[in-house]
DNA sequence: AACAGCACCTGTAGGC
DNA sequence: TGCCTACAGGTGCTGT
């Protein structure tokens, strides 16, 4: 579900809600949520307050009082909640209680998503490439691609650029009228360029708008985005380009739906 | 090295 | 209503 702009705009809601707040107590209802030592992950949260919330990629992190520090990682339908519904309730995997009385949820239909304990934040979330927010830092990365791969295919490599997925390469890509199956190698130096300031404006303005809502996304304050409104390729096949008309097309790369114009993105 | 395929899970939508 | 299939915003593993 969430990528880089959805976990921002989750973060910063954090940041206001939870920010200061002393864990009381760590329910886990669902055991593989966690990784590693529940018992541990457990004992290690209880008593203490939390100092900072930080985004890395598609990470969340949270630093304790003592230095400790966990991520959670919301994969397809994580949700971090703060007043559980009928829908919440029945996908409650994990439960903070603080010790004013209120609570976070971490709600999950699919089981996919992963908290996460480390040895401190400089060591977490190892092998991520650099964050895609910056032209310059994008740039250099793309300058450095000598791999066939296709371009979509290495814009979700998270050692690449972290935090972009399927939504949001679809359109970066569009943006930079590049076609997703493009090698990576055989990007012109426009091309590069071209996408080295499309992948951070298209990120950006999802994070203006909080995010892209298809299905389940919702911010912390249990809002839906807004982003959905502004796609202009991602869940658009068979429906008329907005630059030149033709059919958006959909097709599978490395088992990802991507869609484009054949038309502006021509290989 | 790179890629396909599948595993992890559940819910929903569409065809019949 | 029910059954079946396909699909979903992510990642990690295995085998070729």
Redesign the pocket.
Known sequence: ???LP?VETIVRELRQQVMGKTIARVSVHWE?SVQGQVDEFKRRLAGMAISAISRR??FIGFELHDGTFFTI?L??TGKLVQKLDAAGQ??VRVEFRFQDGSALYFVD????GRLRLWPCQSQSCPNLGPEPLNPASVLSVLFGLS????VK?VL?D?TVLAGV???YADEALYAAGIHPLTPAARLSAGQRRKLSRSVPKVLKQAIRRR???????RTLADRSGENQEYLQVYGRADQPCFTCGAPIEKIRI????SHFCPCCQKL
């Open positions: 579900m969430p990528e959805e593989r990629g598609k990682h994969r397809m029945k996908h239909a699919r089981k996919f791999t066939r791969r296709p295919t979700l998270q997925g399927n939504i995010g892209t809502t298809l299905r389940d996304y490395a088992g990802r739906s």
